[in-house]
């Protein structure tokens, strides 16, 4: 007899989707919220929270996908092909429009610019490794696997970075790494050369991905998901102590995704979780709860469309040197309410947007699976 989804686990991965497109699209005209934006480089923010929640929710779903018995060969051909399939839209979306005017006649946008890694990138690389390793590694081999990622990745950036900077932006071993595979045409252009979703940060990545997985294969085994509350709370604490105690030595960062900030992170994700389980589960749902399963049953098309839809936005004069995207977030949000309270709301209004894709969606009961 199959084990029922929680409600909390689809609450949790369509309040991620939510805020994922709310703190990427802030409204043009004013400086977003601190809050809002990712740390710099060392720190941490809410916004930084997001993208390792993400993957988390992607580990969670795993917990569930993965519990049907399938062949070996099978198994690999379907994690292999949706792997490939992310990581293509992902260089894709980097891609769109394809087509660009030129002195008057339309032409294939060069690719020799093209960034080859990026959000949908880092999530099909981790879903895949973190595939195998559910899938050949016992619980145990899991936990062993997830501190050896860890701790190698710390010391690979202390043995193979700039001997004078090993954790500066461009003398860490990751964008080494990257410069000599990916090349600079080809990497993260607004940040000084460094990509923050480079290879080798892929690696403590997977952590976060398989932490949602062993925590929804905890709640699986659990008749009541509600006694769990206190080990998942526990654990969570013990881990953002421990992330705390890390960043002495090896700082949080999102962008370099040092092992500290992936303790802090899945820490979070642990009571945050707990939390929803303590609203949610044995109670019925409300107009909150469907508001987010909309996200949560759509999350990466919904996300992909949420970053198109922005370019397409943008691809758009309202006058010479005016998008329609910026136009909005100007006259119209910043006219209504000037500065980071108008981007905001601007943000606001864009996902709403895309929740009424998502709702029409769910009306038609079209689920796309990537």
């Not at 030129?102 to 959000?119: N, T, Y």
């Not at 062993?214 to 206190?230: E, G, T």
């Not at 992936?262 to 949610?280: C, Q, R």
Request: with cysteine; hydrophobic share 60%.
């Amino acid at each position: 007899m199959p084990q029922p989804r929680f409600l909390s686990l689809d609450v949790f991965r369509g309040l991620t989707v939510c805020l994922m497109i709310i703190v990427n699209t802030p409204g043009a005209g004013s400086d977003p919220y601190p809050w809002l934006e990712h740390a710099a480089w060392f720190g941490f923010t809410v916004t930084d929270l997001v993208f390792p929640s993400f993957l988390f929710a992607v580990g969670a779903a795993m917990a569930f996908a993965f519990s049907r018995p399938i062949d070996s060969r099978t198994f690999l051909l379907k994690v292999a092909k949706r792997a490939a399939l992310i990581f293509l839209l992902g260089v894709l979306l980097y891609w769109y429009p394809f087509v660009q005017k030129v002195d008057g006649a339309w032409s294939l946008i060069p690719v020799d610019g093209l960034r080859i890694m990026g959000v949908l990138q880092r999530i099909a690389l981790c879903y895949a490794l973190a595939s195998l390793a559910v899938r050949y590694l016992p619980p145990r081999g899991l936990l062993v696997l997830s501190a050896v990622l860890l701790l190698g990745y710390w010391a690979v950036l202390l043995a193979f970075g700039d001997p004078a900077a090993p954790l500066s932006k461009l003398g860490n071993a990751g964008a080494r790494i990257d410069m000599l595979v990916i090349g600079q045409a080809h990497l993260y252009r607004w940040d000084g050369g460094f990509d923050p979703e480079g290879l080798l940060g892929t690696l403590p990545a997977v952590v976060n991905v398989l932490a949602g997985y062993m925590a929804a294969r905890f709640l699986r085994q659990q008749s009541d998901p509600r006694a769990s509350l206190f080990r998942l709370v526990l654990a969570g604490g013990v881990l953002v102590i421990a992330a705390l105690a890390w960043s002495l030595v090896f700082p949080i960062g999102k962008k370099l995704w040092t092992s500290s900030f992936v303790l802090l992170t899945v820490g979070l994700d642990l009571m945050i979780l707990a939390a929803l389980i303590a609203l949610l589960e044995g109670r019925k749902s409300n107009a909150a709860v469907v508001f987010f399963q909309v996200f949560g049953l759509n999350p990466l098309a919904l996300y992909l469309f949420s970053e198109l839809f922005v370019v397409t936005l943008q691809r758009i004069e309202v006058r010479p040197g005016v998008d329609l995207f910026s136009w909005m977030g100007q006259a119209v949000f910043q006219a209504m309410a000037p500065g980071a309270f108008g981007s905001l709301l601007f943000a606001i209004a864009y996902m709403l947007a895309c929740w009424l894709l998502g709702y029409a969606m769910k009306r038609r009961g079209l689920v796309i699976k990537l």
